[in-house]
């Protein structure tokens, strides 16, 4: 057994002392994220490899302009509000782990709750843009939209409809939008929306035991801090999603 | 392990939060500006607008992992455990793109 007076990094690592000063749950939560970054990547090297080797590319200032309450034409505002909503329920998060090192109950279930809060509001406005999208006729293996192939402009199938019965001249040389597009946003950001998910519901049992004093008990909020890590996890995978899909 | 930071501490890590909230604020909105700007009056290559957005999005990412995740402030050996591992991602990233520019020249020649 090293002594815990011991200095070098060799005695550091032959047991008996934690070379790495976390706990099991916590280094394991660590590993799960470094793995589940290696799932995202690949998921999102295939989105680069798929986008690189076909022609043309739906531009995502045409396809993601709309946002609730009949907002048009406004490209990046929509989403651009739930990266600020996703943020923002992180740095709640943070604060809750913050309160739990001072054993703060009440300072745990309030920032908690907020960042509960605000997922809730990042996925009910992924769910609106996702019916915004399927109205469009873009879904799983479903594009209906058209890329002029001499601008880039995207333009939804109604679009063309609207502007071929008001007379306006269509662009010379559609082509159709490829579905690859559609399918990889569907699965890629369902993906983030389902670790979103799971998420809010572990945050949520995470907060009923802080309410009932579980963690007040063992004197101990490593919990919180567990779930913080897997939360900022889910907003740092959202930064590279709304690099891909949106900026790029 | 927990209920050991001082009041000192406790201020300092709350600063320190919201210093990387902010910071992510501005990024974002730099990023979203930029966007919009570049639409009205394209005032560079595209490619360079790619390569900024990229490294504001790394920028942030950075900000999430050190400050949100605390994980500048862990031991070392369990930062470089998590970082080096990463390192596959430059290869994983240069070498699907390059395949996919390839598929596409294969296409062209053969279709």
């Known amino acids: 057994m090293a002594s815990q007076t011991a200095t070098t990094d060799k005695v550091n690592w032959s047991g ?24 995202f990547t690949t998921f999102l090297v295939t989105y680069g490899l798929l986008r690189f080797s076909t022609d043309y590319w739906p531009d995502p200032n045409d396809v993601f302009s709309s946002a609730p309450f009949g907002i048009h034409n406004a ?5 651009s509000f739930m ?100 399918s990889l946003f569907f699965f890629i950001t369902g993906f983030h929306g389902l670790h979103v998910f799971s998420g809010i519901i572990l945050n949520i049992i995470a907060w009923i035991n802080t309410a009932k004093g579980v963690y007040d008990r063992k004197k101990d909020y490593e919990m919180i801090e567990k779930m913080g890590l897997y939360w900022h996890f889910v907003d740092l995978v959202w930064v590279f999603v709304f690099l891909c899909f949106y900026l790029l | 392990m927990a209920h050991d930071l001082t009041d000192e501490q406790y201020k300092s890590q709350k600063r320190a939060v919201w210093m990387a909230t902010l910071w992510l604020t501005i990024i974002t909105i730099f990023e979203v500006g930029v966007s919009l700007l570049w639409l009205q009056f394209e005032f560079m290559p595209r490619f360079m607008l790619n390569l900024l957005m990229i490294l504001a999005s790394i920028l942030k990412a950075f900000y999430i992992v050190a400050e949100f995740m605390h994980l500048k402030y862990e031991k070392r050996a369990l930062t470089l455990s998590i970082l080096v591992p990463l390192v596959l991602f430059i290869w994983g990233i240069i070498a699907f793109l390059i395949e996919g520019e390839s598929i596409r ?7």
């Open chain 1, 16 to 39: 008996g002392t934690m070379p790495f000063k976390a706990r099991y749950g916590k280094l394991m939560m660590w590993y799960f994220l470094l793995s589940d970054a290696f799932t």
């Open chain 1, 83 to 182: 990266t600020f909503m996703l943020i923002l329920s992180s740095v709640f998060v943070v604060l809750a782990v913050i309160e739990g090192h001072r054993l703060n109950r009440k300072g745990v279930m309030l920032w908690m709750g907020l960042g509960i809060i605000g997922g809730i509001i990042f996925l009910g406005s992924q769910a609106w843009e996702w019916t915004h999208l399927k109205h469009e006729g873009l879904w799983f293996d479903q594009n209906t939209s058209m890329i002029d192939a001499d601008t880039g402009d995207t333009y939804f199938e109604h679009t063309l409809h609207e502007m071929e019965e008001s007379g306006e001249t269509l662009p010379e040389n559609l082509v159709p939008a490829p579905k690859l597009f559609t």
């Open chain 1, 75 to 79: 490209p990046l505002a929509f989403v």
């Open chain 2, 105 to 111: 020249s294969l296409r062209e020649i053969f279709s």
